[in-house]
């Protein structure tokens, strides 16, 4: 997955013609974005990280059905804001679309399945020491899918220049419950020499 992560943005990067850039990215997309920060820290000009990128905390020793059902049931439930009516309509509908497509389901529960703890942002933690990227990590307190503590503050002090803010009252998408707040973060951070 790792080597996936580091092609898939290097790949996207390369057909904009695009040397260096500010990367964004949530859960599985934060995971990807410390990926290619690593193999590539001359590439990335400032990271964010708005969410737990993806198995922050590592992935709760479950096997097989039992794992999947585990994080699909979170998915389900809390997955995403602190409270499931904040989620907008128009998203909601994509999410049941998804689930509706024939497969949907099972692919699920085989990428769950195939899930490891060295295939995660855990495994990361080590190599977080090295990067001396500016980061800038928008965690929701309410996280239900990659918890903030102790992961967030954790990755966070790794990072030589890593900051972290805590935002009260949302969950595993910030960005989703608190527009505002998450945009005012990022441009601050971006506009930062």
């Not at 695009?18 to 000009?45: D, K, Q, W």
């Not at 990227?133 to 918890?147: K, M, R, S, V, Y």
């Amino acid at each position: 997955m790792r080597i996936h992560a580091v092609d898939f943005v290097s790949g996207i990067l390369d057909a904009l013609k695009v040397e260096r850039a500010s990367i964004v990215g949530n859960s599985m997309g934060g995971y990807y974005a410390l990926c290619f920060a690593l193999a590539h820290p001359t590439r990335v000009h400032k990271l964010i990280i708005a969410g737990g990128p993806a198995g922050s905390a590592g992935l709760r020793t479950l096997a097989g059905e039992d794992k999947a059902a585990a994080i699909e049931a979170r998915m389900k439930g809390s997955w995403g804001p602190a409270e499931p009516g904040r989620l907008p309509d128009d998203l909601r509908e994509l999410i049941d679309a998804r689930r509706a497509i024939p497969g949907s389901e099972e692919t699920w529960r085989s990428m769950m399945r195939s899930a490891r703890q060295d295939r995660t942002t855990l495994s990361l933690h080590p190599e977080l020491k090295g990067l001396r990227t500016p980061a800038l990590f928008i965690w929701g307190e309410q996280d239900q899918i990659d918890p903030p503590q102790p992961a967030a503050t954790v990755i966070a002090q790794h990072m030589p220049n890593g900051r972290l803010i805590l935002l009260p009252d949302a969950g595993h998408m910030p960005w989703i419950e608190k527009p505002e707040e998450c945009t005012a973060h990022i441009a601050e951070f971006l506009a930062d020499a």
